[in-house]
């Protein structure tokens, strides 16, 4: 009888052995990237996570951007529109979050006249130069940073521009790039009965093909959340090029943010070439635009990539390989350790950045850092 029992007991430490074997093998070990198929939850506020599993999710992360420019019956430039869109996908390309903001540089050209050279400046008065909301050290504020200063709500059915803007982005969430342009109507605007024109009645085209354009460049990074979509525009001023034309240079960064930090970024920069007669000059942004397929008039550093044609006099390489190589060390960090890797000449001073960046960083840190706090919001209201 107590044999029996003995081989009995064995028989059921053995089966209990095997069974927790058996779990152990299921379980994915800590860090490693989970198999499951399930699409996450889309992001309800800039808190919220999206996943509540253990185990870390594919996401995909994109910049998409866009210009355009108004001229008068010269062709002298009066106004850059520089639209941004800071997008999050699912691993189906579905969107997770959304952040889109748009740039509009006022500008005035007077033509030399006898001694006087000729001047381009920012319009005196308008509101994108003269508000409050303008972030110190920035020439222009965006329409999202201008918020009731852009003026809008008086004439509009639907309230301020931010306040569209943020409906707009509620929308987006859960649909593919596809699902959204078919809500966009043949004249811009939201379609008539379509989920955007319950609350939008601005123009979306662009903002769609801003959002396509994000999709086209979006890189995958692995989070157990996602973040919330965020956006930095930032314009310090103009300058003067090699030519002697002048240039504005619109530093843009799309992140992904969690804990106000990056999980991941995605930067490029606009040069806008100006003649000495107020007109859009050329550049390799202007003469390559249509050839790579530049969403606006002119091609960002982003879609030009290798012809850019830095390479040649670059120690660590084209200007896309840089800029990849400062969003991957990116990773992680919030603003503090962003700002402290920038040097006095404006080049990494970090060890490890600048093992593989040569070119200066001051623009790319001040659009990222900027991206970390101008988020997705449910709502503005």
Not at 274 to 291: D, F
């Amino acid at each position: 009888m107590k044999n029996k029992m003995l081989l009995t007991l064995s028989i059921v430490g053995i089966a209990g052995l095997l069974v927790s074997c058996n779990t152990t093998g299921n379980t994915s070990s800590t860090g490693n990237t989970s198999t499951s198929t399930s699409t996450p939850s889309p992001v309800s506020s800039s808190t919220t996570p999206i996943s509540s599993t253990t185990d870390k999710v594919t996401y995909k992360q994109g910049l998409g951007t866009s210009i355009d420019f108004k001229t008068d019956k010269n062709d002298v430039i009066t106004q850059a529109n520089v639209y941004v869109a800071s997008v999050i996908f699912d691993s189906t390309d579905k969107i997770v979050s959304a952040y889109i903001d748009e740039l509009q540089i006022p500008l005035t050209y007077t033509a030399a006249s006898g001694d006087t050279a000729a001047k381009l400046e920012f319009t005196a008065g308008k509101s994108q130069i003269t508000s409050s909301h303008k972030p110190e050290g920035q020439a222009v504020a965006s329409k999202k940073e201008l918020l009731e200063d852009y003026g809008m709500a008086g004439s509009a059915t639907k309230g301020e521009w931010y306040v569209q803007a943020a409906a707009i982005e509620n929308v987006a969430i859960g649909l593919t790039v596809d699902q959204f342009k078919a809500q966009v109507g043949t004249n811009g605007k939201p379609a008539d009965g379509s989920d955007l024109s319950a609350d939008a009645s601005i123009t979306v085209n662009t903002t769609a093909k801003t959002i396509e354009s994000a999709l086209a460049h979006a890189k995958e990074y692995e989070a157990k959340e996602a973040g919330v979509a965020g956006a930095g525009i930032v314009l310090t001023g103009i300058s003067k090029d090699h030519s002697g034309n002048w240039q504005l240079n619109v530093e843009m960064a799309a992140t992904a943010v969690s804990d106000s930090k990056v999980a991941s970024t995605q930067v490029s920069v606009y040069q806008i070439p100006v003649t000495t007669e107020g007109k859009l000059g050329t550049n390799n942004a202007v003469t390559y635009a249509t050839e790579v397929g530049a969403v606006g008039t002119i091609a960002s550093k982003l879609e030009l990539g290798e012809k850019y044609g830095m390479a040649g006099t670059a120690t660590k390489g084209e200007w896309n390989v840089q800029a990849l190589a400062y969003e991957t060390w990116a990773v992680g960090k919030d603003a503090a350790a962003l700002n402290a890797a920038v040097g006095k000449d404006n080049k990494p001073s970090d060890s490890d950045l600048a093992a593989d960046v040569s070119i200066t960083v001051n623009g790319f840190t001040s659009s990222v850092v900027e991206s970390l706090t101008h988020v997705r919001k449910d709502s503005y209201k």
